[in-house]
C-alpha cells in the first residue's frame, strides 16, 4: 500500500525557517521525480517545488529563493527547506509525485504568524 508522510510543520514568525520532511519509502520509483504541493484555506493544492530523478529542481516564483528541495534516495526522504516565511506561505503541506498526484498524505500544517 502507498503512502506518503509528512511532517516537519508548524508555527513560525515571519521570516523564520522550517524543514520538512516526506517519507516517501513506499513510493519505488517515480518517473516524475518527487514534489511538495501545498494547499491554502479556500484555495486548490498547487505544486510549489519538485525534483527529478536526475537532481534537478524547480520551484514556483512564489517561492523561489527562499524553498530548497532535496532528497536523499537512498533512504527515499525528501525534503523542504522553508526560508524568510510569509504569512501567504500558511499552508498545508504535501509530497508527492509531480503532475500525477498519488493518495495524498495527511500533509503537516505550516502557519507563519507573529
Known amino acids: 500500500q502507498v503512502h506518503l508522510v509528512e511532517s516537519g510543520g508548524g508555527l513560525v514568525q515571519p521570516g523564520g525557517s522550517l524543514r520538512l520532511s516526506c517519507d516517501a519509502s513506499?513510493?519505488?520509483?517515480?518517473?516524475?521525480?518527487m514534489g511538495w504541493y501545498r494547499q491554502a484555506p479556500g484555495k486548490q493544492r498547487d505544486l510549489v517545488a519538485r525534483?527529478?530523478?536526475?537532481?534537478?529542481?524547480y520551484y514556483a516564483d512564489s517561492v523561489k529563493g527562499r524553498f530548497t528541495i532535496s532528497r536523499d534516495s537512498a533512504k527515499n526522504m525528501v525534503y523542504l527547506q522553508l526560508n524568510s516565511l510569509k504569512p501567504e506561505d500558511t499552508a498545508v503541506y504535501y509530497c508527492n509525485i509531480p503532475f500525477a498526484p498519488i493518495t495524498w498524505g495527511r500533509g503537516t500544517q505550516v502557519t507563519v504568524s507573529s
Open positions: 525534483i527529478t530523478n536526475s537532481g534537478s529542481t
Open positions: 513506499s513510493i519505488t520509483r517515480s518517473l516524475n521525480g
